[in-house]
């Protein structure tokens, strides 16, 4: 048995996966305002609606561009992520600097390399929003990690940011699978394999050693919690909460959010792998407070 390789049934994975990154990354948002800090301390949600940040709207690009070429083109990624560039969505300053350049009309390769004095990038912002093209290709975690280092380059040119995309492109990949989700161990075992050597890759290591620790206070401590808001300071303890709690969006969510750091980075990539599996969707009362899918988001499911 394998996952629906049709475009409909890639494109039905992708769209449940982004509503179930917009959900992590809208509520997560919620507990940066200071007058939360208590209802997160207690699990209570905050009054609706919730909006999302950049995290979503990046990723709606990343499903358009896969709805309109099966893949990922990146002249085309490029321009989506600076046509729909909402300054008030809470990108980084680097990457709203770039996008808005390109709309201007210069080259993303260029902007992109010249990040950081010609490192690149190796912030979150790749690894953020490629949940989406994990469940896409669930019929092919290799693929899927192929697509997601194309992805990562009209933005993050550092070779942490790149893994940091691919790892949670496997992980979103491999929770997708038609068997249900795997194994805590087999996600992250699964996704090691599929990433090269990296920071990154050392993080999941200490993440999969760590799956036996019941307290995520003290592994974000170790893994980082995007503090930093570095591929490598988030991406280890995103996958390690979102295995912990294959197929439970709610459990997942509270413990990735309640240690604090870059929440709604965190929790979107949580929900956005927990939701690559039907067995993961958030809740629909969590559903209906959050702000609506952008309105060209494909196939006319945009709407909450």
Same mark, same amino acid.
């Given at each position: 048995?394998t996952?629906?390789?049709?475009?409909?049934?890639?494109?039905?994975?992708?769209?449940?996966?982004?509503?179930?990154?917009?959900?992590?990354?809208?509520?997560?948002?919620?507990?940066?305002?200071?007058?939360?800090?208590?209802?997160?301390?207690?699990?209570?949600?905050?009054?609706?609606?919730?909006?999302w940040?950049?995290?979503?709207?990046?990723?709606?690009?990343?499903?358009?561009?896969?709805?309109?070429?099966?893949?990922?083109?990146?002249?085309?990624?490029?321009?989506?992520?600076?046509?729909?560039?909402?300054f008030?969505?809470g990108?980084?300053?680097?990457?709203? @600097?770039?996008? /808005?350049?390109v709309?201007?009309?210069? #080259?993303?390769?260029?902007? !992109? +390399?010249? =990040?950081?004095? %010609?490192?690149?990038?190796w912030?979150?912002g790749?690894?953020?929003?490629?949940?989406?093209?994990?469940?896409?290709?669930?019929?092919?975690?290799?693929?899927a990690?192929?697509?997601?280092?194309?992805?990562?380059?009209?933005?993050?040119?550092?070779?942490?940011a790149?893994?940091?995309?691919?790892?949670?492109?496997?992980?979103?990949?491999?929770?997708?699978?038609?068997?249900?989700?795997?194994?805590?161990?087999?996600?992250?075992?699964?996704?090691?394999?599929?990433?090269?050597?990296?920071?990154v890759?050392?993080?999941? @290591?200490?993440? /999969?050693?760590?799956?036996?620790?019941g #307290?995520?206070?003290?592994? !974000? +401590?170790? =893994?980082?919690? %995007?503090?930093?808001?570095?591929?490598?300071?988030?991406?280890?303890f995103?996958l390690?909460?979102?295995?912990?709690?294959?197929?439970?969006?709610?459990?997942?969510?509270?413990?990735?959010?309640?240690v604090?750091?870059?929440?709604?980075t965190?929790?979107?990539?949580?929900?956005?792998?927990?939701?690559?599996?039907?067995?993961?969707?958030?809740?629909?009362?969590?559903?209906?407070?959050?702000?609506?899918?952008?309105?060209?988001?494909?196939?006319?499911?945009?709407?909450?």
């Amino acid at each position: 048995m394998t996952a629906d390789s049709s475009s409909s049934g890639r494109l039905e994975r992708a769209l449940a996966s982004l509503r179930g990154l917009s959900v992590g990354d809208a509520l997560g948002s919620q507990y940066f305002v200071p007058a939360n800090y208590p209802l997160l301390k207690r699990r209570d949600l905050p009054d609706g609606p919730w909006q999302w940040t950049d995290d979503t709207e990046m990723a709606g690009s990343v499903v358009a561009v896969l709805a309109a070429h099966q893949r990922v083109d990146q002249d085309a990624l490029a321009r989506s992520f600076a046509e729909h560039h909402d300054f008030d969505r809470g990108y980084g300053p680097a990457v709203g @600097r770039l996008l /808005r350049l390109v709309r201007e009309g210069q #080259d993303w390769r260029e902007l !992109a +390399a010249a =990040l950081f004095n %010609g490192q690149g990038s190796w912030g979150n912002g790749a690894a953020m929003r490629i949940a989406p093209l994990g469940a896409w290709y669930a019929d092919d975690p290799e693929q899927a990690t192929h697509q997601a280092e194309i992805s990562a380059y009209p933005t993050h040119q550092h070779r942490e940011a790149v893994v940091g995309a691919m790892a949670v492109a496997a992980a979103a990949a491999l929770a997708g699978s038609p068997g249900g989700p795997p194994s805590p161990e087999a996600l992250l075992d699964g996704v090691i394999a599929l990433v090269p050597k990296s920071a990154v890759g050392q993080g999941l @290591r200490r993440a /999969r050693d760590m799956l036996d620790y019941g #307290d995520a206070a003290t592994v !974000a +401590a170790v =893994l980082g919690c %995007g503090r930093r808001t570095s591929a490598h300071d988030t991406v280890p303890f995103a996958l390690w909460s979102a295995a912990r709690a294959l197929g439970d969006y709610e459990t997942a969510f509270w413990t990735t959010a309640q240690v604090g750091g870059d929440v709604d980075t965190t929790c979107a990539i949580v929900g956005g792998v927990l939701a690559a599996s039907k067995a993961g969707a958030p809740p629909a009362a969590w559903v209906e407070r959050t702000e609506a899918l952008p309105e060209w988001v494909p196939d006319g499911l945009g709407a909450s």
